[in-house]
């Protein structure tokens, strides 16, 4: 598979995602205002309740579609041996015994993804893993975290 296959896979799961939370964003928000939540009293805070729920959701909305945004423009450069690990670089590893692989991206963190059999977790700059594999190269091993370095593309 292709980097710019990947970077689709990962886009696509984020807007599904970003579907979702428009919706239940948008039903947050019809229950913030609709008669269910109508205050009896002055103890009742289920429209506050609903209308915070309504506003969180509609922040996660927002971070999805710049995520998604990053992601439709996002051209990783073309990785030279020499180079160390950085932004769009796939990282192929090891650790106890399993083959990981790590896609460092400017979006879409902590999701999984299949590549070539193997699942393929994106690491954005947040991540520690991420800082930690900054500039490294194939063939080392990050002693932290045990993780052996097998190949990078």
Known sequence: MSKPALIRQIRSLLEEQLSITVAAAEDA?????GDETKSDGK????????????????????KLAESVRLLTVFDPVPYDEGDGIGVGALVETEHGGNIIFY????????HTV????F???????????????LGSHAGELLEDSSIMILGVS
């Open 29 to 33: 928000k019809e229950n913030a205002i």
């Open 43 to 62: 103890y009742d805070t289920r429209a506050i309740e609903a209308a915070y729920l309504a506003g969180a959701q509609a922040e996660q909305a927002k």
């Open 103 to 110: 896609f460092l991206a400017p979006a879409g963190g902590g």
């Open 114 to 117: 299949e590549y070539d059999g």
């Open 119 to 133: 699942d393929c977790t994106v690491l954005t700059p947040e991540s520690p893993l991420y800082q930690d594999l």
